[in-house]
């Protein structure tokens, strides 16, 4: 199977440029779950409840790896399986991805409870510095559960 580049730049625009990275429809999500959730293998992310079909999945992870987002690694118990891992320049999205929960849970209907928004919105540093500990320690505890369904208004 040939590998996938990642695509050319169209501008040198630091935005343009990020969302060539992981700006499509999954990407940002395979790395929520990586670091909020501690999902590391394929089936995982398969299972994650946003029907990603297994060829994109595949895609992304290849094509996030290749942007050295992520890293891969031989699972503990099972070294024919891949367990994949964020890597500093994957972590370092973690603030990027509580913005945009924090915009998202505030300013859209979502199943997120106003309060847990209001918490995230208010503990930002401790919430980040637990992720980056979690990701550091390799601790695959997840730190949000899935939220599930938005709610209807």
């Known amino acids: 199977m040939?590998?996938?580049a990642i695509p050319k730049k169209?501008?040198?625009c630091p935005v343009s440029i990020a969302l060539d990275l992981f700006g499509d429809r999954w990407s940002l999500l395979i790395v929520r779950d990586m670091m909020v959730r501690?999902?590391?293998?394929?089936?995982?992310?398969?299972?994650?409840?946003e029907g990603?079909?297994?060829?994109?999945?595949s895609a992304r992870l290849r094509r996030l790896k290749a942007a050295g987002i992520l890293t891969t690694e031989p699972l503990k118990d099972d070294k024919r399986?891949?367990?994949?891992?964020?890597?500093?320049?994957?972590?370092?999205?973690a603030p990027v991805l509580l913005e945009l929960l924090?915009?998202?849970?505030?300013?859209?209907?979502t199943a997120a409870s106003r309060e847990i928004i209001r918490q995230m919105e208010t503990n930002r540093?401790?919430?980040?510095?637990?992720t980056v500990r979690r990701w550091r320690e390799h601790d695959h505890t997840p730190l949000i559960p899935p939220f599930g369904k938005p709610t209807q208004g």
């Open 2 to 4: 040939a590998k996938k």
């Open 10 to 12: 169209r501008s040198g």
């Open 38 to 49: 501690g999902y590391r293998t394929f089936r995982e992310f398969q299972n994650s409840g």
């Open 52 to 57: 990603i079909a297994t060829n994109i999945l």
């Open 81 to 93: 399986s891949l367990a994949y891992r964020l890597t500093e320049k994957g972590i370092a999205l």
């Open 102 to 109: 924090i915009w998202s849970g505030t300013h859209e209907e």
């Open 125 to 130: 540093q401790s919430i980040l510095d637990e």
